[in-house]
């Protein structure tokens, strides 16, 4: 076999050990990370079945080179994530893989020459303004993606008759009036932390269908990013508190609990860090909270490769929460089901559901102080021993 056909070869069972190198986050969960193409945490890289070995973010195009081999091509050399990786490109990335992991296969290819420390650190400055325009091109896309989709809102909403909507009249909600459009979809309008117009949710009613005769569920906005985007569901400027869920019927339940917090629905839990981050950056101290959805599975409960489901819900209300250092609340889920605070209150009634939310977010206080006690603790400690050693050396001279 040629150098580079080894190479492929022990890609195949040794990637993960490619990805350390090249600082690419590889884990054998489905947890998502920061892409280091594009920036955006929605990069993976798959680790069982058939597919191992290849990677996913939302920045490369399906059918376009997949491979970790690729990713480093794109990583390393700025070969373009929306077409397929040339194979001149392929052969110098295998180059860098057999380098940096002492393979030794390229070495004994004569048409093979190590890099020259000039030419290391003319490549290394290449792929970081390769990565800086990229990272460029990404937040105009965004920006102009923003831009385009305020007129859009704005025009939904022009159109749109205040009246009461079925979707959260099924939910048993008292006050139900929302701009509805003339197909009898709820309308609920999302914006960012600087009130721009971002996107529109849709809700339909309980039964209602599309022209295929299938139930229509909640959509957003087609070509609208929600990023860092968020339903103001009960605004309060004043407010100390700000609480995070992911859909409108949470937030409106959690507002019957917790009537003078600020309180906004991030819409999903892949967006609820975005929304927290944004607060916390112009609010710095105002407490952050997230009403988790509890998305509870079985042991029993496995995906297509055999391992345990994930529960998203409190997976991302965590790592927001840890992000932000804010708190995370949510349903216990007792009866060994899904549940979200909106599932709380239609089963138990808003009076029930306010008392279980205030308790699990004063024990979620009570732990965190705890926690920052142990911490100021530990502290103390060592400066104390550190004093005390000052002072014996002092007494020895």
Sequence with gaps: MSALDNVKHWMKTNYAAACAAFSIPCEATSKEHECPLCGKRKFRVR???????????????????????????????????????????????????????????????????????????????????????????????????????????????????????????????????????????????????????????????????DNEGQPRHKNLMKNAPISGAFIDVQPNDKANILIITEGYATARSVSLAEPSAHIVAAINANNLQNVATAFRDRFPALEIVIAADNDYHAPSD?????????????????????????????????????????????????????????????????????????VLGTAQKVMLSAWLLHCARLARR
């Design 47 to 209: 680790m069982a079945g058939a597919t191992a070995g290849t990677y996913i973010c939302t920045c490369s195009v399906k059918g376009c080179g997949f491979g970790v081999l690729d990713l480093i091509a794109r990583k390393e050399l700025g070969a373009p994530t929306n077409e397929k990786v040339p194979g001149s490109l392929i052969r110098q990335a295998a180059k860098l893989v057999d380098e940096r992991m002492g393979l030794g296969f390229f070495a004994a290819d004569d048409s093979y020459t190590p890099p020259s420390a000039e030419e290391r650190t003319a490549r290394e400055r290449e792929q970081k303004e390769a990565l800086e325009q990229r990272q460029r091109e990404y937040a105009e896309l965004e920006a102009q993606q923003i831009a385009a989709a305020a007129p859009r809102v704005r025009a939904v909403q022009d159109k749109a008759q205040s009246s009461e909507c079925e979707y959260l009249k099924a939910k048993g909600f008292e006050n139900c009036v929302l701009p509805v459009t003339a197909r009898g979809d709820g309308v609920l309008r999302l914006t960012d932390i600087d009130n721009r117009d971002r996107s529109v949710q849709y809700l339909p009613a309980p039964n209602a269908l």
């Design 302 to 374: 496995v995906d297509a490769h055999g391992r345990p489901k994930q529960n998203t819900g409190l997976v991302k209300a965590n790592e927001a929460a840890s992000a932000v250092n804010g708190l995370v609340v949510a349903p216990l889920c007792l009866g060994r089901k899904k549940q979200d605070w909106d599932d709380v209150r239609m089963e138990l009634g808003a009076e029930l559901m306010t008392e279980k939310f205030k308790r699990e977010l004063e024990k979620a206080r009570k732990e965190k102080a705890s926690g920052q006690e142990a």
